[in-house]
């Protein structure tokens, strides 16, 4: 049995000392003696104290003792730990173009996965999912993932697994591509507190995942900076709120948007992340066809303000500009160093618990704690003929 919040036990067990001790200091009813000049005495009842090395009243200390000791165990929330496994796992597995087929992907998750693992799968977005067989049902994207949104996944997963394991052991399941890897991957792999396992698996030829130079542009179907007319592939946010910045590629734009729509679910499994608000929600997305690339920025700019004159926002735009190119597959050598990292596995205590933990023990211990302070209250009583405490 643990317990989540020990000095309430200690303070209790503290407590219940001193009552003990408080016990051996007893008030007695002076002996009557019958003196000439007792008519000048007040009648009221007289007391001295006196100190006496004899427990008396033995049943009520007890039950004294218990409802403190009691009261304490239920704020120290008394738990018993779960049965735990010697290595837990997290696989992140890439349903994006990236790998040549998602039925490899699944296979090499199910030589890993067992019960009690948690399993993420990513591509533009990362989301849990139960089984292997539900990264085929997932629907795949042409673009390339993005390890950054995997490996956030990764880290939440850690506090779900955490409490039933001695240590938590992080799989990634990839191609391992260039393009997939944005200037927060490794920053986040940082976060992750030991190494992984990189399993590989092919490589599509076709999916575009690293931009060499040299190569040209594709044309650019539409960039459009929404400001009251709805933007490409996105939906009216419910509730309309501002936000401080945007980035694109590391090029911040600090003003006060207003954002007005937002990107489902749908959309995003077919396109790629290309400009963030500074809360993480994407800003603007893009899909690449053989021929052309099509844009949707969700950003509101006033053309009658100098926003698109400002140096920021001029390179803000020629970030997303850039973000089409025909690309080629090549596996980063450098990345693959950066996502196994090196040293011991990671231990459970340093994942953050994901949730308060519950206490069923607690409220029968404060149940009990308070019938016997009941009880005390009827021992305590004094009866006919016996020497008042």
Do not use: Y
């Amino acid at each position: 049995m643990n317990f989540m919040a020990p000095g309430f036990l200690t303070a209790a067990v503290v407590a219940a000392m001193g009552v003990v001790a408080l016990h051996f200091i007893v008030t007695r009813r002076a002996r009557s003696v019958v003196l000439p000049t007792a008519r000048f005495v007040p009648d009221v009842p007289v007391a001295a104290r006196t100190r006496s090395v004899q427990f008396a009243d033995l049943l009520l200390l007890t039950v004294r003792v218990l409802v403190i000791l009691l009261a304490g165990a239920a704020l120290a929330r008394p738990v018993f730990p779960p049965q735990r496994e010697r290595i837990a796992r997290v696989i992140v597995a890439d349903v994006s173009g990236s790998p040549a087929s998602l039925a490899e992907v699944r296979d090499s998750v199910r030589d890993l996965f067992r019960p009690g693992d948690a399993l993420v799968s990513f591509d533009t977005a990362a989301r849990a999912v139960t089984t292997p067989d539900s990264i085929l049902a997932a629907t795949r994207p042409a673009s390339s993932g993005s390890l950054s949104a995997g490996l956030v996944a990764a880290l939440r997963a850690g506090s779900r697994v955490r409490d039933g394991s001695d240590s938590v052991e992080l799989v990634i399941v990839s191609p391992v591509a260039a393009a997939e890897r944005d200037r927060a991957t490794g920053i986040i792999r940082a976060q992750w507190p030991g190494r992984a396992r990189l399993v590989r698996v092919t490589p599509s030829a076709a999916t575009p995942t690293s931009a060499k130079s040299g190569t040209s542009p594709l044309p650019v179907q539409e960039v459009r900076f929404a400001s009251s007319s709805r933007p490409v592939l996105a939906v009216a946010r419910r509730h309309v709120d501002t936000v401080g910045a945007v980035v694109a590629n590391g090029t911040v734009v600090v003003a006060p948007f207003e954002r007005r729509w937002r990107f489902s679910a749908e959309s995003l499994s077919h396109a790629r992340v290309i400009a963030r608000w500074v809360d993480g929600e994407p800003a603007a997305i893009a899909r690449d066809s053989a021929s052309v690339c099509t844009q949707s920025v969700a950003v509101p700019v006033d053309s009658g303000g100098d926003m698109l004159l400002r140096p920021a926002f001029i390179q803000f735009r020629a970030s997303l500009s850039a973000s089409c190119r025909p690309v080629v597959s090549v596996p980063d050598t450098s990345l693959a160093r950066t996502l196994t990292g090196s040293g011991p596995l990671a231990r459970s205590a340093q994942f953050l618990a994901a949730s308060d933990i519950a206490s069923p023990l607690a409220r029968w211990l404060a149940a009990l704690a308070i019938v016997l302070a009941i009880v005390e209250m009827v021992l305590r009583q004094p009866r006919k003929g016996e020497t008042e405490r």
